[in-house]
């Protein structure tokens, strides 16, 4: 059974950079696509980003494109978020998930994704 714990969350100047790191454990990453997710209080959880199982493949929501890169490192059965120019709309519990299936579609990312993480807390604040 895949396991996904997150980690990389804090407090962050507007402006500020941050990565987030996705770690698996009871299996190997490389046959899953990876999506990064986010829900801020008060409103229902989004996608913020997805990359395939070999990488190949990635999508942004309008909202973090050009801001937010997402990576893998399936020699380390991690995948990344790195997040620059935070703002504070980007203040939310982030989280990872998995699936076997295809994550990077035409219409975005997948959300009906198979594991997840607990999450790691991003504030945005000065």
């Known amino acids: 059974q895949l396991q996904l714990v997150e980690s990389g969350g804090g407090l962050v100047q507007p402006g500020g950079s941050l990565r987030l790191s996705c770690v698996g454990s009871g299996a190997t990453l490389d046959r899953y696509g990876i999506g990064w997710f986010r829900q801020a209080p008060g409103k229902e959880r989004e996608a913020v980003s997805c990359?395939?199982?070999?990488?190949?493949?990635?999508k942004y929501a309008d909202s973090v494109k050009g801001r937010f890169t997402i990576s893998r490192d399936n020699a380390k059965n991690t995948v990344f978020l790195q997040i620059n120019n935070v703002k504070s709309d980007d203040t939310g519990v982030y989280y990872c998930?998995?699936?076997?299936?295809?994550?990077?579609?035409?219409?975005?990312?997948?959300?009906?994704?198979?594991?997840w993480g607990k999450g790691t807390l991003v504030t945005v604040s000065s």
């Open positions: 990359i395939s199982s070999t990488g190949a493949g990635t």
């Open positions: 998930a998995a699936s076997p299936r295809i994550v990077v579609m035409t219409e975005g990312c997948r959300t009906n994704m198979d594991f």
